[in-house]
């Protein structure tokens, strides 16, 4: 029901910022909560930050003070804004989307584990 499309990656030097764009699309009625997971070589895919509906938010403690996540409920759309970024933020970054809210021939139902195709993020001088 859902496909999630990122935009924004690319190769910053460190202390630069990105910003990072996430557009839901499909046949749903709402998103309880979309967020931001990361995956760099070698490692398992962790939390960057998420955010509901209502605009409550959670991120992870690396980030905190330099990343702000924030959405547009009504353009289904979710945004990372990345400053002071480091070396260790390089990775591919997905977008996430969870409880969808979408209507089945049965029902409203509540849908999630919907993923972004992932996009690029270098850190580098």
């Known amino acids: 029901q859902v496909q999630l499309v990122e935009s924004g990656g690319g190769l910053v030097q460190p202390g630069g910022s990105l910003r990072l764009s996430c557009a839901a699309s499909?046949?749903?009625?709402?998103?309880?909560?979309m967020g931001w997971y990361r995956q760099a070589p070698g490692k398992q895919r962790e939390l960057v930050a998420a955010?509901?509906?209502?605009?409550?938010?959670n991120s992870a403690d690396s980030v905190k003070g330099r990343f702000t996540i924030s959405r547009d409920n009504a353009k289904n759309t979710v945004y990372l804004q990345m400053n002071n970024l480091k070396p260790e933020d390089t990775a591919v970054y997905y977008c996430?989307?969870?409880?969808?809210?979408?209507?089945?021939?049965?029902?409203?139902?509540?849908?999630?584990?919907?993923w972004g195709q992932g996009t690029q993020v270098t850190v580098s001088s």
């Open positions: 955010i509901t509906s209502g605009g409550s938010t």
């Open positions: 996430n989307a969870e409880g969808v809210l979408a209507y089945s021939g049965s029902g409203w139902r509540n849908y999630g584990g919907y």
């Open positions: 499909g046949r749903f009625h709402s998103i309880n909560v």
